[in-house]
Nanobody, 115 residues
Framework: VQLVESGGGLVQPGGSLRLSCAAS????????MNWYRQAPGKERELVAG????????NYADSAKGRFTISRDNAKATVYLQMNSLKPEDTAVYYC?????????WGQGTQVTVSS
């Protein structure tokens, strides 16, 4: 099983980034997918989630209106489009696959929002 995140980096406040998470080794289309983040000294928190078929999404209050989660089951990839980024969005972003009690995690990608 592999979840490989990409797309992180350094961006100025107000900028945008698109994170990708490529999955392999399991039946991607059978798992709900989530993006979490963890800032230094803070607990890991859920940023956004998307259902198996993509029909249902949910967002943390901090992400609503700025972030969009989507998935392409044919490509076994989940995305997180992040707009209007703020310094407080700085964190390591992790991709998560979940089905019942089964959880898979990626290694994370760093997002730094700074001028």
């Amino acid at each position: 099983v592999q979840l490989v995140e990409s797309g992180g980096g350094l961006v100025q406040p107000g900028g945008s980034l698109r994170l990708s998470c490529a999955a392999s080794g399991f039946t991607f289309s059978s798992y709900a997918m989530n993006w979490y983040r963890q800032a230094p000294g803070k607990e890991r928190e859920l940023v956004a989630g998307i259902s198996i078929a993509g029909g249902t999404t949910n967002y943390a209050d901090s992400a609503k209106g700025r972030f969009t989660i989507s998935r392409d089951n044919a490509k076994a990839t989940v995305y997180l489009q992040m707009n209007s980024l703020k310094p407080e969005d700085t964190a390591v972003y992790y991709c998560n696959a979940r089905r019942a009690w089964v959880n898979y995690w990626g290694q994370g990608t760093q997002v730094t929002v700074s001028s």
